[in-house]
């Protein structure tokens, strides 16, 4: 499933999923400072960050599978 990111969504899973833009960061490979940006509203979402975002978004959703998988 490819989601269009926006904003609220990216704010979105970091509450979800318990995340702080630091580590967001991290995990699409780039600056703590840009993901920040992006969230204020004063960077736009580029071509590669949406790939990357969608990207995270699954291996996220991956491990939750796996965890529900291991309780039940």
């Known amino acids: ?7 609220e969504k990216i704010e979105a899973m970091l509450k979800a999923f ?5 580590e967001l960061s ?3 490979g780039i600056s703590q400072v840009y993901i920040n940006q992006i969230i ?8 590669r960050v949406q790939k990357e975002l969608n990207r995270v978004y699954g291996e996220l959703l ?8 291991q309780i039940s």
């Open 40 to 47: 204020r509203g004063e960077r736009n979402i580029s071509t």
């Open 62 to 69: 991956d491990r939750v599978k796996v965890f529900e998988n």
């Open 1 to 7: 499933m490819k989601i269009h990111f926006t904003v």
């Open 26 to 28: 991290k995990r699409l």
């Open 18 to 22: 318990n995340l702080s833009q630091t």
